[in-house]
C-alpha cells in the first residue's frame, strides 16, 4: 500500500471577504480519530454555508475543520480506531464538519455512505448535504407523507432540486417557486406539478388555487423573514413550515399569529452542522434505507450545474452568490 503524503493542498482564506481572499495552499494530511475516516478526496460539494463562512457569518463549531466544504466524494485512504464499517479503498461520499475544499479530509464513519450503483466522485460529491438537509427538515421534522403537498421555495438550488425529486418519488404532490422561466421549467421537468414564478406571481395565490383553497401541508422555505405571513397563509390545517435559511432576511415586519393556532400550524427550523454525530448517523441511516436505493435505480439523480477544478473555488463561489444556477456545483480535486 502507497504511504499516505504528509502534506497537502487544500483552499484557504486569511480573512473573511469577497471570493477571491480564497486561494491554495499547503498544509498537513489530517489524521482520523476514533469513529473517523480519512478520505482521499476527488469531487467537494459547495453550498451556501460555505459562502456564509467564507464571508465570516457562519464560524465552524468547535472541534471542526477550519476548511472550507461540508460534503465530499472520494477513496477511504486510513481508518480511525473502532471503525468497521468501510474498509481502506473503498469509495464513499460523506457529509463533512469542515475540510472538503482539500485532497484529504477526515469525517465520522457514521456521516459515510457508499456511492450509489454507477456513480462517479463528482455525481456523489453533490449527494451528502442537500440529502441530509432535506431528510431532516421534511421528513423527518416536517413528517411529510405520501399524498401530502410540499411547497418548496428556491426551487432550482442544490436543495430545491434534490426536495422536489425526493419528495415525488416517495409520493408527495410538489409545488416549487423559482426566479425565471428557465427555472420554473427546470422545476416541473424534475417533478413538480406546478412551478411558481415569484418575481410575476404571487406564490399563495397559486398554491391555493392549485389545491383548490386548501393549501400545502408541508413548506421547505430558505427565504425567511419576508415570506413568513404568506407562507402561513399558504398551509392547510395542521400545515408545517420548515425554515432553513434566511436568504431575504430573519426579521418579520409584522404577521398576524392567529392562523398558526386556527390552523394548528406548527413553525420550526434547523441547521445541519451542529446536530450531534449520533443524529447524523440517524440521518444517514434513514438515508441509505429510502433515497440511496432510488439514487440507485435512476429514479432521482443529482443535477449538476458546473464543475470547477479545485484552484477555481473563487468562480465556484462567485457563480453559487450569483444564483444563476440550477442544481449543484461541485470542486473536482486531482
Wanted: net charge neutral; hydrophobic share 45%.
Amino acid at each position: 500500500m502507497t504511504p499516505l503524503p504528509t502534506s497537502m493542498r487544500h483552499i484557504a482564506f486569511d480573512a473573511p471577504g469577497e471570493p477571491d481572499v480564497m486561494h491554495v495552499v499547503e498544509g498537513p494530511v489530517p489524521q482520523p480519530g476514533r469513529g473517523e475516516i480519512l478520505i482521499r478526496v476527488r469531487a467537494a460539494g459547495v453550498n451556501r454555508p460555505d459562502v456564509f463562512q467564507r464571508q465570516g457569518s457562519y464560524p465552524p463549531p468547535p472541534g471542526a475543520s477550519p476548511i472550507l466544504g461540508l460534503e465530499v466524494a472520494g477513496e477511504v485512504a486510513a481508518l480511525g480506531s473502532d471503525v468497521k464499517d468501510v474498509a481502506i479503498g473503498e469509495k464513499v461520499t460523506a457529509l463533512a464538519n469542515g475540510g472538503g475544499y482539500a485532497e484529504y479530509a477526515v469525517v465520522p464513519v457514521g456521516q459515510a455512505l457508499r456511492f450509489p450503483s454507477r456513480y462517479g466522485a463528482v455525481e456523489a460529491a453533490a449527494l451528502p448535504e442537500t440529502f441530509f438537509t432535506v431528510w431532516a427538515n421534511v421528513f423527518d421534522m416536517a413528517g411529510l407523507k405520501s399524498g401530502e403537498t410540499l411547497l418548496v421555495h428556491g426551487g432550482t438550488s442544490g436543495i430545491g432540486t434534490t426536495a422536489i425529486q425526493l419528495a415525488r418519488a416517495l409520493g408527495a404532490r410538489v409545488l416549487a417557486t423559482a426566479g425565471s422561466a428557465d427555472k420554473c421549467a427546470a422545476c416541473e421537468r424534475l417533478g413538480a406539478v406546478r412551478a411558481i414564478n415569484y418575481r410575476t406571481e404571487d406564490f399563495k395565490a397559486v398554491a391555493l388555487e392549485v389545491t383548490g383553497g386548501r393549501g400545502v401541508d408541508v413548506i421547505l422555505d430558505m427565504v425567511g423573514g419576508p415570506y413568513f405571513e404568506r407562507n402561513i397563509g399558504t398551509l392547510a390545517r395542521d400545515g408545517r413550515l420548515s425554515i432553513i435559511a434566511f436568504l431575504g432576511g430573519d426579521r418579520v415586519e409584522s404577521a398576524a399569529l392567529t392562523p398558526i393556532m386556527v390552523k394548528r400550524l406548527r413553525v420550526f427550523g434547523s441547521t445541519m452542522r451542529p446536530r450531534t454525530g449520533d443524529e447524523k448517523r440517524a440521518i444517514r441511516d434513514q438515508l441509505a434505507r429510502t433515497a440511496w436505493p432510488l439514487l440507485s435505480n435512476g429514479t432521482i439523480a443529482p443535477l449538476i450545474h458546473a464543475t470547477f477544478p479545485l484552484e477555481q473555488a473563487t468562480e465556484a463561489h462567485r457563480l453559487m452568490e450569483s444564483s444563476d444556477h440550477i442544481g449543484k456545483i461541485v470542486l473536482t480535486v486531482g
